[in-house]
């Protein structure tokens, strides 16, 4: 069945940078697209991110210039990485795929804070 499972989340200065990571498992992950999203305390669930199987990338406009999504098929994962981190972007970061339906990981809490 599809998995996925987050890590990499953690404490980080204001400034920092942090790279957060998505293993895929139980469907062909070179074939789909992969999103990053992130949900913070009383807020709705946001799209951060997405890269489409053949690496086209897109981004939320509070995170363009500071946020990097890429791909390893050969290792099934899919990162994040953060840089210049604000404390706004404290939340929980998912990692989805839609195969017929979403398929969301547990989610990996990233706290920015001084």
């Known amino acids: 069945q599809v998995q996925l499972v987050e890590s990499g989340g953690g404490l980080v200065q204001p400034g920092g940078s942090l790279r957060v990571s998505c293993v895929a498992s139980?469907?062909?992950?070179?074939?789909?697209?992969m999103s990053w999203y992130r949900q913070a305390p009383g807020k709705e669930r946001e799209l951060v991110a997405s890269i489409t199987s053949i690496g086209s990338t897109n981004y939320a406009g509070s995170v363009k210039g500071r946020f990097t999504i890429s791909r390893d098929n050969a290792k099934n994962t899919v990162y994040l990485e953060m840089s210049n981190l604000k404390p706004e972007d404290t939340a929980v970061y998912y990692c989805k795929v839609w195969i017929w339906k979403d398929y969301w990981g547990q989610g990996t809490q990233v706290t920015v804070s001084s």
């Open positions: 139980g469907f062909t992950f070179s074939n789909n697209a």
